[in-house]
Every structure is written in C-alpha cells, then in structure tokens.
C-alpha cells in the first residue's frame, strides 16, 4: 500500500512537472510567437511607409536565386532554416540619385537582420537539452568562426550565407560600378550617406533585378501589361538560371537578334536607367562647380532641374556671373521681382538678370510685346526731333514746342514752350535737354519741371545740329560756326570758324569736334584752343551724317559714298561704295558701322578693312528711303518714308519681321524718327498729306517689369 502510495505521490509529482514543463514551454513559445509578430509589424510598418511587402527568404523567387539559397544559416543541416526578412526600401524624394538608400531605412533593415539571426540562436539554444550539449554546440560554433575567418581571408567562402555576407559586406566598400571608393573622395550630397562601417549586413546585387532593388525600385513592378504571361514562362527562367555565364551571353544575343525594334527600345528603357550615375553629386563643390562652368546657359537652367543639389549647385551666383559676362550681360539685377520657387535655395541675381535679358531678346525677336502705346500730339505738325531717357520721352516739332511724355503711362506730362521758330535738333542727359531752333537760339530745360534753365543766344542763323557730352554741348548753324557751350552756366566758351557753308552735322566725344557741312568738308578741331587740326577733304557733295569714336571718323555724302577717316592723321583710310542715294543715318560701334540710305536698303560695314559685310534688302526690304537708323542687341532697326519700322539680324543680315506698321504705309505714312534702348522702342510717326495723324509709338519688350511698375503705381 505504502509503495502503491509513493507510485501515486510519483506520478502526481511527475504529472505536476511535465505540466509545468508544457506550461513553460507554452510561454516560451507564446514569447517567441510574441516576438516574432513584432517583427512582422515592423515588416508591415515598413511596408506601409515604402510601399513594398517585406520579402522572405524562403519564399519561392525565380529572379533572385541568392535569396532562394543562400539566406538559410548554416548550410543544409537537420534543423529549421531561419527566415531572414528584407525589407525594400525607395529612394527619398530629396535624396540625390546616386543615394541608393536612405540612411535609417538601412540602419533598419539591418536590425532586423540581425534581430532574425539573434531569435534564431535562442530557438536553437532552447531546442538543446543539457548543458553538456550547449558547451558542445559553443565549442562548435567557436570552431566554425575560426574557421569562417581563415576561409574569408583566404577568400575561399563555402557556406551559401557567409559568402552572401561577405559579398554585401564588400559591396559596401565600393560604388554602383564595383569600383572602390577613393580615400577622401566626397559623397554624394544628401541627407544622409551611407558608410561601410555603418551596416554589418545587406543585400549584394548580383543579378539586374537585384540591381533595380537597390536602386529603390519594387520587383514586382512591370512595364508590359499586356495580358497573362506566357504558358512556361517559368520552366524557360528555370532554365535560363541553370545556364553558365557564357550559356546565358549566346542566349541573350539570339534573342536580341529576334526581338522587333519596340521590343529592343523598351528593353532600353528599363536598362538604361540603372547605370545611370549622378558624378556631379560624387565631387567636391569646388570640382562640380568647374564642370557646371562649360554648359552654355541655358543648358544650365535645364540641369537645375534635375534634383535639389543639382539646383543649388546651379544657383551659385559666381557662376552666373561668368556666364552672364560670357554673354555680354552686364546688369546687375534685383532678384525681388522674381522670388525663388522653392525655400532654402538662395536665387542668384545674375541668373536673374541672365533670364530676364533672355526674355526681352526672345520679345524683340518673336514680337511678344503687345499692342504699342500711342502718344498723340503736335497735332498734324512733322516730329522732328526725338529723344529718350529713363521713363521719359521728349519730342520736337516745328510748331515751336518740346513735349515730355512718360514711357510707362503714356501721358503728356509737360510742353515746353518759349522757342519762336520751328525745333530741330534736340540732346537729352537726364532730364536735362537742350533744344536748337530756327529762331537762332538754343535753350536748356529741366524735363521735371518743365522750366527753361538758360537761353544760349550767339547763332545768327538756324540751329541745325549739336553734340553733347557732359556739361558741354557744342552747336552747329547755318551761319556756318560752331560753338561750344557750358550747360550749367549757359555761357559760350569757344567759337569754332573755318567751315565755308552750312553746318549739317556734328560729334562730339568730350575730346575732339568733328564737323561735316554744305561746302563738301569734314573738319577735326580742338575745342580748347578753337583750332582746326584736320580737314578732310574727298566728298563731292554735301555732307549729312558723321560718326565718331575717338579712332575713325565716318561720314557720309549726297555723293553716294562713305568715307572712313584716321582721326589722328586725318588720312582718308576707306571709301565705302555701294550706296546708289544720300546716306541720310549712320551707327557705329566696335568697328561696326551700319548706314541707311535713300535707295531704301540698309548695309552693314567694317570698318577695319572697308568691306561690305550684309546688304539689308530682299523680299522685305524697304519701299522707300530710310529714314532712321538704330542698332543694338545684335538687332539693327531701320524707319522709312515707306511707313515700317524693319528689325534685321546684325550678325547674319536677315530680316526678322516689322516691327511697326502704319495702317497707311505705302499711302503717306511715314516713320520719322526712331529711339532704341535695351527695353523700349520709341517712333515718331504722322504723314505729309494727313493720311496719318502725329503720333508717337511705345513699345516695351520688358513686359515683366512693365507690369511690376503699374501694379506699384
């Protein structure tokens, strides 16, 4: 009974224990199951953020035959194989293209490598019974490290799983190329970069899925989805994958030679695109800088668009400094009219003065511009004078009067009045203006105010031109003299004589005096001692129009010639021929010389070696005689009695369109004189016989600005 007793006692103690056995055994795996669900939420955290479902590694993937083998620990072994999660991460929007990831999507996709290895050994350990077997199983395991070392410094890697860390672990150590990082060398800029010592383990691409992987993009993700795939798609991949290396090269060949042309580009198209690095975030700023240096302009405004440190790097403003003195920029502009899209990037203000010289090139070409703002006034009387500065316009005419207009609302904001006879001839500094008339006098205005400062009296004939430069302004009359006066105190300072006819016309640089008259000759005087240094005899006619510019003197004659002249000698250096009429305007600048004549065609000279360089005529060519030239911008403008202002291409002598258009032109109307600026174009327009009444024509190629000021005003 006793015995019986103990039996029963026994198998009540031993009932109570395997009880408390499976009990502990039931916690330890309710524990495991609670950390391993743990480790799926943040799989399907993780899949919530990117956008990708967590892949494991006993999953069945034909495109990834590394993942299928070689993520089981150990080798093949009698134990369970541990599942080892990765998790697809993209590419941050603001990251730049050659970060393949983002720096904490790798810290956490090796924590969870790691967290799946470390559950793996507590499973096996708890698996183990005795202590016997546990010391037994270290002992192994510190065997099998040692000898893990010597094979990885032996590169003789056997076991699936090392050598897939080992590969990920020199991957690291290595660009997209497999090339290695050079010491030193700059990463690519970014939030973030990842170093090789900052992961112990991830992912080596070794086949082109893997690579677009690792480049952020999902692998289920396809292009073609023309339908279900193919009836033994997979046997065939099955079988590709078998294939040697060399087995796979001669495949993909005969295949290529078989695909259509779509087939081939979309292939491109998916290819292309992962070999693709971003070498400019891979330089220092110093170096990136150097290279952004030999895109043209515009090119640079398109890389700019390509990521954010892209943008910045285009940003600099030292950069857009060369390139706007490249293009002959040389403004300065204020970047308040034109604010940066995107904060943090500081906006350059020579980019903003490079695009907005662009823009107003692009408006003077194309046309862009709007309708032209009409000034009427002078009644039906002939503009014959014209004078621009700033906002404000100043016009002539022969019914004794001067009228200030403003250039951006259009109004007549003052007439001048005082003179007795007809106005002629006009300069304007400022808004200071002098004015010469057929009452013999010249007067000085303040433009503000509408005042007459100083009445210059001493011409005993009409005031038919003047030069002005500074505070000097010199005269030319019929009275055949010439006189050099001083603006702020209305004196005459010198009286040059010498010329036999009339004054037509005169320059004048601050330095030297250059007359052309009636009686046939050039005069180069010296306006401090009164006398003349050279005259310039050649033309056999009048002479209407001079230039200068301290090196040659052109001028131009009834004769049909032009004559080019060395200032300093006073020898006759060219005679441009060509011209059939009186050269009635001429523009000189950097050796360029452009003339207008009365036969209606413009020509383009240099002055250098005397040679023709463009004939500004054809199919649109003027009707009539030209009136009026102006160039600038690389653009030539010309009026003419036909009623049209032209724009040419000083460069290639093409002509671009007509840029003003009388409702007359070809009936009476005629364009009399035209003002040019970087940004305005000013003609005085009317008619002879009242088929167009006295006018003047605005046009604003700076249409930004334009409207910037209104809404200010």
């Known amino acids: 009974m006793e015995r019986q007793g103990r039996r029963e006692e026994e198998e009540e103690t031993g009932s109570t224990l395997s009880t ?93 490598i790691e967290r799946s290895y470390g559950e793996g050994d507590e499973k096996e350990e708890g698996e183990r019974e005795g202590d016997e077997e546990e010391k037994e199983d270290e002992e192994e395991e510190a065997n099998s490290d040692e000898r893990e070392e010597e094979e990885e410094e032996n590169d003789e890697v056997t076991s699936p799983s090392l050598h897939l860390l080992s590969q990920m672990k020199r991957k690291l150590d290595h660009g997209p190329d497999g090339r290695p990082f050079p010491s030193g060398k700059k990463r690519c800029k970014g939030k973030a970069y990842l170093s090789p010592a900052s992961l112990v383990q991830s992912t080596t691409p070794t086949t082109f899925g893997d690579l677009r992987l690792a480049n952020g993009h999902s692998a289920q993700r396809r292009r073609v989805t023309s339908g279900p795939p193919p009836s033994g798609l997979q046997d065939w991949l099955h079988t590709f994958q078998a294939w040697s290396g060399p087995e796979r090269l001669l495949v993909l060949d005969e295949l290529i030679d078989r695909c259509e042309t779509s087939q081939v580009k979309h292939m491109m198209q998916v290819i292309e695109p992962q070999f693709q690095r971003d070498f400019i975030s891979l330089l220092p700023k110093e170096l990136a800088l150097y290279v952004l240096t030999f895109l043209a302009p515009r090119d640079l405004l398109q890389a700019a668009q390509t990521c954010r440190y892209w943008r910045i790097l285009a940003e600099d403003n030292l950069l857009w400094r060369e390139k706007c003195r490249e293009e002959g920029v040389s403004e300065y502009a204020s970047c308040r009219r034109r604010e940066c899209s995107r904060p943090g990037v500081a906006a350059s203000p020579w980019k903003s003065a490079y695009i907005r010289q662009h823009r107003i090139e692009n408006n003077w070409r194309k046309g862009d511009t709007g309708e032209p703002m009409v000034l009427k006034g002078h009644d039906d009387h002939v503009i014959t004078c014209l004078q621009f500065s700033g906002d404000l316009i100043v016009s002539g005419s022969d019914d004794n009067t001067l009228k200030v207009w403003s250039a951006v609302t259009g109004k007549c904001l003052r007439t001048l009045t005082g003179h007795t006879g007809g106005v002629w001839c006009s300069q304007m500094a400022d808004t200071t203006v002098i004015s010469g008339s057929t009452d013999r006098t010249l007067r000085v205005w303040d433009a503000e105010r509408g005042e007459c400062v100083h009445t210059l009296y001493g011409h005993t004939s009409t005031v038919r031109c003047m030069g002005l430069h500074g505070n000097r302004v010199v005269s030319g009359s019929r009275d055949t003299t010439l006189r050099v006066w001083d603006v702020l105190t209305g004196r005459c300072e010198h009286v040059l004589t010498g010329h036999v006819a009339a004054v037509r016309c005169v320059q004048y640089d601050g330095r030297r005096v250059v007359s052309g008259g009636y009686d046939y000759m050039v005069k180069v005087w010296d306006p401090e001692t009164e006398a003349c240094l050279h005259t310039l005899q050649g033309h056999t006619n009048r002479v209407y129009s001079l230039q200068f510019d301290g090196v040659f003197v052109v001028s131009g004659s009834l004769d049909t010639s032009i004559r080019v002249w060395d200032a300093e000698t006073g020898g006759c250096v060219h005679t441009l021929t060509g011209h059939q009429s009186l050269t009635s305007g001429m523009e000189l600048r950097d050796n360029i010389l452009v003339s207008g004549n009365a036969d209606s065609t413009v020509r383009v000279w240099d002055v250098r070696t005397g040679q023709c360089l463009h004939t500004l005529q054809g199919p649109m060519k003027h009707q009539s005689a030209v009136t009026c030239l102006q160039f600038c911008r690389g653009l030539v403008l010309s009026s003419s009695d036909d009623g049209t202002v032209k724009l040419w291409d000083l460069k290639t002598g093409a002509w671009l369109r007509d840029v003003v258009a009388l409702q007359s032109r070809g009936s009476g109307g005629v364009v009399w004189r035209i003002r040019a600026s970087d940004t305005r174009l000013v003609c005085a327009a009317g008619s002879r016989n009242g088929t167009e009444e006295t006018k003047l024509l605005v046009l604003d190629f700076d249409l930004e600005d334009q409207k910037t000021k209104t809404e200010t005003e």
């Open 20 to 112: 408390r056995r499976e009990e502990e055994e039931e916690e330890e795996e309710e524990e495991e199951e609670e950390e391993e669900e743990e480790v799926m939420k943040e799989g399907a955290k993780d899949k919530v953020i990117c956008g990708h479902t967590p892949i494991s590694a006993s999953s069945s993937f034909p495109s990834f035959p590394f993942l299928s083998s070689s993520l089981c620990r150990g080798g093949g072994g009698g134990g369970e194989e541990d599942e080892v999660r990765v998790s697809i991460v993209t590419i941050e929007d603001e990251s730049c293209p050659s970060e393949p990831f983002g720096i904490d999507s790798h810290r956490e996709t090796t924590n969870r």
